[in-house]
């Protein structure tokens, strides 16, 4: 059976903390847990405190997010999926917040005001909201086209990866790099069928990557190859460059 669905809508003025809350007539037997999506179906952090805190009391569910006004969809489903669960009371409430300015923290769940985002960057210990640069390249679904040689500098914000589409021939020789000199890079060669070719990662922060066709684990075949690099931990990092040579 799907979990049950509500839709709950901010009123556009604010942005506020939503506040959603599961009772039941035994909260110390039955185990729920909240999912809260946007408008876009895209499933929300849970900000200050968990979706599936013992609140009020045992197992029943808290979940607070904070979001700008709109349309947001609410799940509720038992814990382990295996059990049903009746007569469960759906409460929510708000509260306005006011958005984090240009570098202020957003370590637990802050909203970030309009055009920021918040980010984590190499080598800092809190997550700051920051401007959003323009982005070099698109992702898997969308690279960005290149002719060999290949010098492209590129910034990953905010947990994205920049991809490159290329034509390689058959049994192709090449060569790509990276400096690692921001962030703990990783390499990702995708074929033309959308098969992962090569993993690369020399496995920590402040290493050059390099990518040949000795590292496959067998010759290309003719065709557009797309090749993604994004930092290992979702850090935001500062400029690094992409090189590629193939004869």
């Not at 200050?48 to 979001?67: E, F, G, K, L, W």
């Not at 993993?199 to 993604?228: I, M, W």
Request: glycine share 8%; with cysteine; hydrophobic share 35%.
């Amino acid at each position: 059976m799907p979990a049950p669905r509500f839709r709950i809508t901010v009123p556009p003025t604010d942005p506020v903390q939503l506040t959603i809350t599961t009772n039941t007539a035994d909260c110390s037997t039955s185990d729920t847990v909240l999912d809260i999506f946007d408008a876009a179906g895209v499933q929300l952090d849970d900000g200050p405190t968990d979706d599936d805190i013992n609140y009020p009391a045992d197992r029943c569910s808290r979940a607070m997010t904070n979001v700008w006004p709109g349309d947001y969809t609410v799940c509720v489903r038992e814990f382990g999926n295996d059990a049903a669960i009746a007569g469960i009371t759906v409460s929510s409430a708000w509260t306005t917040i006011t958005p984090v300015g240009l570098a202020g923290t957003c370590n637990a769940g802050e909203l970030c005001a309009l055009g920021l985002q918040c980010v984590h960057w190499v080598g800092m210990t809190d997550r700051i909201c920051d401007s959003v640069p323009t982005d070099e390249a698109g992702d898997r679904t969308n690279p960005k086209p290149v002719l060999f040689p290949i010098s492209e500098a590129f910034m990953l914000f905010g947990g994205e990866e920049d991809c490159y589409s290329f034509p390689l021939g058959d049994a192709a020789t090449f060569s790509f790099t990276t400096p690692g000199t921001s962030g703990d890079l990783v390499l990702e060669l995708w074929d033309g069928t959308g098969t992962l070719a090569r993993h690369q990662d020399a496995g920590a922060a402040g290493y050059p990557e390099t990518l040949t066709q000795a590292n496959l684990a067998a010759p290309t075949v003719a065709g557009t190859y797309v090749l993604c690099v994004y930092e290992f931990s979702d850090y935001s990092t500062m400029t690094n460059t992409l090189s590629g040579t193939s004869p």
